[in-house]
């Protein structure tokens, strides 16, 4: 239903939702997927987990990769940072560590 890779310690106002170890420099991004929920005591359970900054193993996968390949039978759409990064049967999201130099004087 839900899946969101990140390298942050916020998405939407949820702190920490995917991981609560966000490294930046790690090359490695975090990752959680949420399942459809079939009843309205899942979708209760999965609610009150993202409310809680919980991970519900029954209902949610979280993991780390710096490669992350999603491909699905039906289009599917996307969002990068906010903006419509539009729609994809296949999205492919790797994470070059360390390829950007930050200078602070």
Known sequence: MYGMITNSLSVGGFKRLSSKYVEFDDGLFEVLLIKTPQTPMELQSIMSAL?????????????????????????????????????YYESEIMNHQKSVNIIIK
């Open 51 to 87: 409310l809680m900054n919980e991970i519900n193993d029954d209902y949610m996968v979280s993991f780390k990769s710096g490669h992350v390949k999603i491909t699905c039978d039906e289009k599917v759409s996307w969002t990068i940072d906010g903006e419509d990064g539009g729609y």
